[in-house]
């Protein structure tokens, strides 16, 4: 029987079109997803769009439509990149916050918080927020000046009456988490260092007349839930809870991965939530950075983001998630440039991978060399170095190995000339062809979660027990964006 394994990434909220940031979260879930299918786990990941907030109702208004409606548009843009990023959808499960299924489960998610004696309502007085849709404490609307630093806007001063989330109680487990759990550990310690003093309690709803586009609270008509309980809820309401037949050999969630920006709500709040529904906290908690714009952030006034569909209609989705699986850090900030992607492409999957298969296969065709004995195990010190970069899961070193493994290959190639071989020693020219032969079908398992397409394709050009076609050439040279090197 398989052994269960699951994934969760941050859903994006729906106010807006994706952007290369919300490729990362779906990019690096799906090279994890692919990787432990490929051990023959029962592996699932759950992806999905918040769609509820006072953002995407004045987005609804702005365009004269519906709350309903602008999501349910919205929809063919995500579906659309999803589809442009190659995921692995026999293995995924979807949830919209607005779902029926969705809703119906964060209603009785928020009774089951309720009847733990985690929830009580009380008067607010402090910090918001409207861009971010976030609350600040007093001492952190100081320190930026009442003023939020993403949107460079004045905070706003807000009295009401909601209800809150005893997170304080779960001061000490959570410090665990944070200790334990967080991928980087420097992460976690920047989440010690917020709760020093304790966890606060956070607010989880509105006021119908401040927060009108949302999940009602149960047996309050007059209060609307906010992000924390609808949103972060996904993760298992994805799985059916809190559903008699919900799939819990599913939970504890193997990995979530979310971007550095929200790693206080998913280290803090949710662990809270788990912890009053009696349920296992996630066993990692993998935290990326973000994707800037030549070294800027990725604004709509500065005229600089950059859509992932745009990249993979001129390069292909395996040179997508190329770039961004192995020149943006893993648990860092990267950065995009058309010049620095163009580089990636031709210097690397041009050169280094697509050259090499061209190579070796013409060779293969032009000595008529028999294929060797079908041994596509790996090298045991790759493999260990490969799978330990997974188990991290620093997916950016991972495809560092698996490269230099091709690189291997093309300097094999060097020191060996089979082209003169042929004229001094049969012998050695079928053992040096055999071997890269057979590192090939090698490289198609190293190859296979980051770059699937291309992993195919090799494979299928070095299967046959003898190669007689002219491969296709994997990666040709494109200068889009960047002038060709002259050639001296």
Known sequence: MKKSYYITTAIPYANAKP?????????????????????????????????????????ARDNNVTPQQWVDDLQADFREMREALNLDFAHILNVRTTDLDHVRRVQ??????????????????????????KFLTESEARETDYKCPDHNKDLEKLSEENYYLKVSKFTEQIRDFAKNNIVPN????????????????????????????????????????????????????????????????FWPADVEIVGKDILRFHAIIWPAMLLALGLELPKKLMVHGFVNVAGGKMSKSLGNVVSPLEIIRDYGTDA?????????????????????????????????LGNLVSRVANMLKKYEISAPKNDEKVDEKIREKFDE?????????????????????????????????????????????????????KITKLLAPFLPETSVKIHDIFAPEKITETPEILFPKKYLHSEEPTRK
């Open 108 to 133: 009785e998610i928020w009774r089951k918080l309720d009847a733990a004696g985690v929830i009580y309502k009380s008067a607010y007085e402090g910090w918001y927020c409207v861009g971010c849709e």
């Open 389 to 441: 970069s997974f188990a991290k899961f620093d997916l950016n070193n991972a495809l560092e190995i698996m490269w230099q493994f091709v690189q291997q290959q093309n300097q094999f190639i060097d020191e060996n000339q089979p082209w003169m071989l042929a004229k001094t020693d049969q012998k050695k020219l079928e053992e040096v062809m055999k071997i890269l032969w057979q590192n090939l079908r």
């Open 19 to 59: 952007h290369i940031g919300t490729a990362m979260d779906y990019l690096y879930g799906d090279i994890i997803l692919r990787y432990q299918t490929s051990r023959n786990m029962d592996a699932k990941m759950s992806i999905g769009t918040d769609e509820h907030g006072t953002k995407v109702e004045q987005k």
């Open 320 to 352: 997508f998630r190329y770039y961004f699986a192995r020149h943006i850090p893993t648990f860092d900030d990267g950065d995009f440039t058309w010049e620095k992607f163009e580089a990636a492409y031709n210097g690397e999957l041009a050169n280094d």
């Open 186 to 249: 420097w992460r976690g310690k920047e989440i010690l260092e917020l709760i020093k003093n304790g966890a606060q309690d956070v607010s989880i709803s509105r006021p119908r007349e401040k927060l009108s586009w949302g999940i009602e609270v149960p047996d309050d008509e007059n209060q609307v839930m906010y992000v924390w309980v609808d949103a972060l809820s996904n993760y298992i309401t994805a799985l059916g809870f809190p559903d008699e037949n919900w799939q819990k050999d």
